[in-house]
C-alpha cells in the first residue's frame, strides 16, 4: 500500500508550493479579501450603531408620545374643570335671574291686588254713596219716624256687613 508512504521529496515540494501559493496570494489576494472584510466588519459597525440610534429614537419618541399624552390628559382634565366651573357660574346666574324675575312679578301681583282692592273700596263707597241717597231719598218722601228711620238705616248697615 503506497498510499500511506511518505515520500520526503514529496513532502517538501508540497511545503514549497504551498508557502509559494501563500505568498502569491498574500500579494495579490490578500488585500482585497481584508479590505472586503475590514468593510464588511465596518457595515456590519454602522448598522449596529444606526440600529442604535434608532432604538434610541424610538425611545425618545415614545417618551415624548408618554409625555404629550400626559399634556393633553392634562389640558382635558383643565378644560372639564373650567366648563364645570363655567356651568356652575352659569347655572346661579339663571337663578339669580329667575329668583330677581320672580320677585319682580309678585311685587308686580301685588301692586295689583293692591290696586284692585282700591278699586273695590271705592266701588263700594260709591255704590254705598247711591245706596244712602236713595235711602235718604226714601226716606224724604216717607218722612218716617225716628224710629223708623233707625230701622231702616241699620237693616240697610247689617246688608253692607254681610
Given at each position: ?112 291686588i293692591e290696586k284692585a282692592k282700591a278699586d273695590a ?33 241699620d237693616g240697610f248697615v247689617n246688608k253692607l256687613k254681610?
Amino acid at each position: 500500500m503506497d498510499l500511506f508512504k511518505v515520500d520526503p521529496g514529496l513532502f517538501i515540494l508540497t511545503i514549497i508550493t504551498f508557502l509559494a501559493v501563500l505568498v502569491v496570494l498574500r500579494l495579490t489576494a490578500w488585500k482585497p479579501i481584508i479590505a472586503g472584510i475590514d468593510a464588511r466588519a465596518d457595515k456590519i459597525r454602522d448598522d449596529l450603531a444606526a440600529a442604535e440610534k434608532a432604538k434610541e429614537e424610538a425611545k425618545q419618541s415614545l417618551e415624548d408620545y408618554k409625555k404629550k399624552l400626559e399634556e393633553g390628559r392634562h389640558e382635558a382634565r383643565i378644560i372639564i374643570e373650567q366648563a364645570r366651573t363655567e356651568a356652575n357660574h352659569l347655572r346661579e346666574q339663571m337663578l339669580s335671574e329667575t329668583t330677581a324675575q320672580l320677585e319682580d312679578h309678585r311685587k308686580k301681583a301685588l301692586i295689583e291686588i293692591e290696586k284692585a282692592k282700591a278699586d273695590a273700596v271705592i266701588a263700594v263707597r260709591n255704590e254705598l254713596a247711591d245706596v244712602s241717597t236713595m235711602i235718604a231719598g226714601k226716606i224724604l218722601e216717607r218722612e218716617l219716624s225716628p224710629d223708623k228711620n233707625r230701622t231702616l238705616i241699620d237693616g240697610f248697615v247689617n246688608k253692607l256687613k254681610n
